[in-house]
């Protein structure tokens, strides 16, 4: 009787346990969004910062952090037959200096024509050190990566490699496979035809459960409207670095238009801000942000844009965010299309002159 009495107790608390209601997903205020966008707008357009190399080389995809006393600029050259990740420094933040390659095509592997960098594990504090955290004594980067020649050619996934040394120019070491494809078991209709650029933070609170969480964007087989493919950004996990599996059913931001793509993460206070790119679901390319309690769950910005298309070096794009805040100025790196070609600029909060950079 007493193991009877036992049983129907456990399974009652049980039922219990099962029968909470779920809590409903924060959503980020009207007001606390304006807080936002009021500390991270940048209206003052200092220039350009990293030109191209020549006319057969163009440049893209910032990703700032800090070594020491010396800022790093990790970023990509396509030059016609695909991607290959570079690595500069600046003193300053507004004039930076080329160091050399940290990924550069190879023969016969998976990502033989296709290697775009991004760091991982820089701090995300708004205003914070921008350091980058090691694990198991080493630095990471994930990486688009392909093997056919041409602009985001092919079906693309997501590698990753590590380093000793991010501030130096030296090949870093790869993993042999992509550890996120479109042609995965668990791929779902938002990435099951191609993934493009990627984002690794560290989840100290583990708020999703995992201690790594990857922010990717990708297209899949479903059109939108009018037919066309679409880009979204999403998510996926880790507890190692190296294996990841997708988190959710869906996308975190999409238009199921267009492009939404590229997420950047910073802390400010208790909320988690991503800085992205839309584009096409209306005209041009341009700057946005979401904001999350829970790094799940996005209000998106529904007011004016954070950067868009203003000047001639950015009239046809202005995209691919890297935004950080240093000495009481935020620096909005981002990705500029017009003459000078495909160029990285910075916008600022403060008004610090005028970029001598192709003039």
Known sequence: MKVLIASYVFLLIRVTVWAQPVSPARTVSPEKMREVYEQVKTPYKYGIVLPQPDKGRMVDSPTIFRKGET??????????????TWLAQSADLLHWTKQGRLMSFTDNTWDATQKAGYVALVNT???????????????WLSYLGGSEKGYEAGRLGIGMASTTDLSQPKEVTRL??????????????YDNKTIY????????????????????NAKGEKPDAEGKGFENIAM????????????????????????????????????????YFGAFWKPGAFERFACSYDLVNW????????????????KTYAHKPWVIKWKGVVYHFYNAVGDQGRVIAVATSKDLGKSSVGQ
């Open 71 to 84: 800022w790093c600029m990790t970023y990509i050259i396509f030059d016609g037959k695909g991607y290959e």
């Open 125 to 139: 504090d708004w205003g914070g050190s921008y350091e980058v955290e090691k694990f198991q004594d080493k630095y």
């Open 176 to 189: 042999p496979k992509p550890v996120l494809s479109a042609v995965d078991k668990d791929a779902r209709w």
């Open 197 to 216: 650029k990627s984002l690794v933070i560290r989840d100290r609170e583990k708020k999703t459960g995992y201690p790594f969480v990857m922010y990717y």
């Open 236 to 275: 996926a996990v880790s507890n190692d670095m190296t294996h990841w599996k997708r988190h959710g059913r869906e996308p975190l931001i999409t238009r199921k238009t267009g492009i939404c793509g590229d997420a950047q993460i910073t802390k400010i206070g208790d909320v988690y801000v991503m800085f």
């Open 299 to 314: 209000t998106d910005w529904s007011g004016d844009d954070l950067i868009a298309p203003s000047e001639s070096y950015d």
